[in-house]
């Protein structure tokens, strides 16, 4: 049974560029989060879907952020234009809606650098 | 306010010895998480505990959980080299729509 799949894995690119992280749920899940981890501020949820309609993006930082998900099996995380204090690990994960209290399913996450 | 504050922030033991790391948060929950992170990799869901529920195993984990004192602890026993990772505890607070909020983890270091 696959995991959930994030590409790609690493990503160096110079500020400015604009940068998209795509990401496959686990087939059957439902709800899609999108995360960021760094040192400083640890795991911070960034937005996060239910039935591919977005619930919460409160925590998306700034507007040079969006995500999408076009249908079930996809999501992309957008920066544009992106800056180095972008510059972490991001994941995704998802889960089954439902059936009350279920885990959260994570990704292997990308690595961006913005140089 | 940050909701889910692991402590230690690093804990270093022998193969063996056990590992105790808490956990405390700030509002009202309906259930708490503990999540381990491989250098790496992303986060694996390790055990639920329920507002409900005062402990819980799985194998060589406990998880204790005192919602009096908005706290919860993960004691993994006899504790090998493999469990070196970071534990992160993630709560999912009451009217949240399932959102949960993870705490910055402990660092184990398990020396063989």
């Known amino acids: 049974d696959a995991g959930v799949i994030q590409s790609p894995r690493h990503e160096v690119t110079e500020m400015g560029q604009e940068v998209t992280l795509r990401c496959k749920p686990i087939s059957g899940h439902n709800s899609l989060f999108w995360y960021r981890q760094t040192m400083m501020r640890g795991l911070e949820l960034l937005i996060y879907?239910?039935?591919?309609?977005?619930?919460?993006d409160s925590g998306m930082p700034e507007d040079r952020f969006s995500a999408k998900m076009p249908n079930a099996s996809f999501s992309t995380l957008k920066i544009q234009p992106s800056e180095p204090r972008d510059s972490a690990v991001y994941f995704c994960?998802?889960?089954?809606?439902?059936?009350?209290?279920?885990?959260?399913?994570f990704g292997d996450g990308t690595r961006l650098s913005i140089l | 306010s940050q909701q889910g504050e692991e402590d230690p922030q690093a804990l270093s033991i022998q193969e063996g010895e056990n590992a105790t790391m808490n956990c405390s948060y700030k509002?009202?929950?309906?259930?708490l998480q503990w999540y381990r992170q491989n250098s790496g990799r992303g986060l694996v869901h390790l055990i639920l505990i329920r507002s409900n529920e005062r402990e819980k195993h799985s194998g060589r984990l406990r998880v204790t959980l005192d919602t009096s004192k908005k706290s919860s602890s993960l004691l993994i026993t006899a504790s090998r080299a493999a469990d070196t990772a970071s534990y992160f505890c993630a709560t999912d607070g009451r009217g949240s729509n399932y959102k949960l909020t993870f705490g910055k983890g402990t660092l184990l270091t398990v020396n063989p």
């Open positions: 994960a998802s889960r089954r809606l439902g059936t009350g209290n279920q885990p959260q399913h």
């Open positions: 509002t009202s929950i309906n259930n």
């Open positions: 879907f239910n039935n591919n309609v977005p619930i919460d």
